[in-house]
């Protein structure tokens, strides 16, 4: 969707560097998500927000950090990167998660693919 | 958290109609069920959702059945470019951390 966007598309560092991850929406939804995609493993939860200063963690949380400082963006650091996280990284947001028909969607960006070396 | 299950891959061909079954024995009574549809170097996309019945719109059908233990996506006349990965999501959402994508049924669809 052009709603959310992520940057940058692919991401090359080395193993103990530092990197961010940058994860924009324009829709200003209130929860935003970070996702993690390896083969076999399916999607899984490293952190989420459900508005700006309000962070939690998820299934995979270890090694990685989160901000929020505007509702927009959500950007996701690794502090010293290490090869178990190559992966690929998907950002999301969504409206609410109330019930019944205000279970809105989550909305996706296309993705970083990171490469640790 | 209720569980699902889906099946790991599933092939058709063009024109075709395919139903893919999730399995969600555990689910509970305030529980919806959400369907995504995944293109490779994309993320997810929100397909469709629904309590219980068949909730039908302009990309696929969800039939729900009484009991609510499965339910089934219904995409009709299939062509090339519903060749993705299909996730059934179960739940009531209140926490995030329950959003719980599976592996999904990987689609393949023939010329």
């Known amino acids: 969707d052009a709603g959310i966007t992520q940057s940058p598309r692919y991401k090359i560092t080395e193993t103990g560097r530092q990197v961010t991850l940058m994860c924009h929406q324009t829709w200003s939804h209130s929860y935003m998500f970070w996702y993690r995609q390896d083969l076999g493993h399916g999607l899984r939860l490293i952190y989420y927000s459900a508005a700006a200063d309000i962070t939690d963690k998820g299934e995979v949380p270890d090694g990685y950090v989160v901000s929020r400082s505007k509702t927009e963006n959500f950007p996701l650091t690794l502090e010293s990167a290490t090869r178990s996280q190559t992966s690929v990284y998907f950002c999301?947001?969504?409206?609410?998660?109330?019930?019944?028909?205000?279970?809105?969607?989550?909305?996706f960006g296309n993705g970083t693919r990171l490469t640790v070396t | 958290l209720a569980k699902t299950t889906q099946p790991i891959s599933m092939d058709s061909y063009e024109g075709q109609e395919v139903n893919i079954t999730c399995s969600h024995n555990?689910?509970?009574?305030?529980?919806?069920i959400t369907w995504y549809q995944q293109f490779p170097s994309q993320g997810p996309r929100f397909i469709i959702q629904?309590?219980?019945t068949k909730v039908t719109n302009e990309v696929a059908s969800l039939f729900i059945p009484a009991d609510r233990k499965s339910s089934t996506l219904s995409l009709p006349r299939v062509s090339l470019s519903d060749t993705a990965v299909y996730y059934c999501?179960?739940?009531?959402?209140?926490?995030?951390?329950?959003?719980?994508f599976g592996s999904g049924t990987r689609l393949s669809i023939r010329p």
């Open positions: 999301a947001s969504s409206e609410s998660l109330g019930l019944g028909l205000d279970n809105s969607p989550l909305h």
């Open positions: 555990n689910i509970a009574t305030n529980d919806y």
């Open positions: 629904g309590y219980k």
């Open positions: 999501l179960v739940g009531v959402y209140s926490s995030a951390s329950k959003i719980i």
